[in-house]
């Protein structure tokens, strides 16, 4: 039986996933969790353009939960996540934010970073959909013990926090031939083509971050938007030295500003950095982990500009439902392509024989 996407449209079936029904979407796309972008508004588009929409929660307080999924809830009905980061996020705020999310009957919960086992443990008992996002074998191993139902493979071309160093051409094939869950591909994919060379190598769906940044719907500032728009892969820089406020050593990969090069490197020994702006009504710190928000004040281009290589291939700021609409055309023109070239070319020994 054919699958109809919300527009109308037939999906190939090739992109017609066992992840689509998990998940209750209708294209295998969702949108990476970013912290203060994700919010209500990008996660409820994805989501009414058919694929899965996620909140980026990350040290969010209970209230602004609740705020966002309440908004997000108003702007849809379909099926979504809430993305939080138990490593990076104080014990019991963490426990405030998981009660919340019990509370709101939040259909499912991405994690990342360390695999808290415990935490697996609850939410699988108390029927919430986890999905894990992992950067190595060895954090999938442990998500799969833990009981996660989706793996999600970040390749180290990733933006933001990258928690491996495998790419994702090598890591999604290597985690799809031992997973009996479905594994969603992350790391620069941001095109149709990357959507089925992503299935090609065994994903069941992508997870997009950069694409969904320079989206209008973002709780992204402009400057950074534009910054993605302009960049390359090669631009981006894999980098430890956006560390205030997350508790561990963790590289990101973003674009370049005056604290990759250097120009700060006599402030790192502060015991309170300086103040360089503000967004969501709070202080933003030199060296802080925060990325620049849409309401974001001050040197906003000295923040975390996080970018994935995938910015070479996005030039454009689009609506969130265009993003899709777009991969699901640039898919079918890529399988169209592969099914012309494979029938159009003759088979190796028949070519031998007629030199």
Request: with cysteine; aromatic share 4%.
């Amino acid at each position: 039986m054919a699958v109809v996407t919300h527009d109308g449209d037939s999906l190939p079936r090739a992109l017609q996933t066992p992840l689509l029904e998990l998940l209750g979407c209708e294209v295998p796309i969702m949108n990476a969790g970013m912290g203060g972008v994700a919010r209500s508004e990008l996660a409820a588009a994805v989501c009414n353009a058919g694929g899965f929409g996620c909140l980026g929660m990350v040290r969010e307080s209970a209230s602004r939960i609740t705020e966002e999924v309440t908004r997000l809830r108003a702007r849809t009905d379909r099926p979504f996540a809430v993305n939080l980061i138990p490593a990076a996020t104080a014990p019991a705020l963490l426990e405030q934010q998981v009660e919340t999310c019990l509370e709101l009957d939040v259909p499912a919960i991405t994690l990342f970073w360390d695999v808290d086992r415990d935490l697996v443990k609850e939410l699988k008992q108390r029927s919430v959909l986890v999905l894990h996002q992992v950067g190595s074998r060895a954090d999938a191993q442990h998500a799969l013990r833990a009981g996660a139902d989706v793996l999600i493979a970040q390749g180290a071309e990733a933006g933001g926090h990258v928690r491996g160093d495998v790419s994702t051409l090598a890591l999604v094939p290597e985690l799809a031939a031992m997973a009996r869950v479905p594994v969603v591909a992350s790391g620069g994919i941001a095109t149709g083509a990357g959507l089925v060379a992503a299935l090609a190598l065994g994903a069941q769906g992508i997870s997009c971050g950069s694409l969904f940044l320079a989206t209008r719907e973002a709780n992204a500032h402009p400057a950074h938007q534009r910054r993605i728009c302009d960049a390359h892969a090669e631009d981006t820089l894999h980098t430890y030295r956006f560390y205030r406020n997350w508790p561990m050593a963790a590289a990101t990969r973003v674009l370049p500003n005056g604290i990759t090069r250097g120009d700060y490197d006599h402030l790192r020994g502060l015991r309170e950095p300086p103040v360089i702006g503000e967004q969501d009504g709070q202080p933003v710190y030199l060296f802080s982990t925060d990325s620049p928000l849409r309401d974001a004040t001050g040197g906003v281009t000295a923040m975390a500009l996080y970018a994935g290589q995938s910015c070479g291939q996005i030039d454009t700021i689009l609506p969130a439902a265009a993003c899709i609409r777009q991969l699901l055309e640039q898919a079918r023109s890529a399988l169209d392509q592969l099914q012309h070239d494979t029938i159009g070319k003759a088979p190796a020994d028949s070519i031998g024989r007629a030199c």
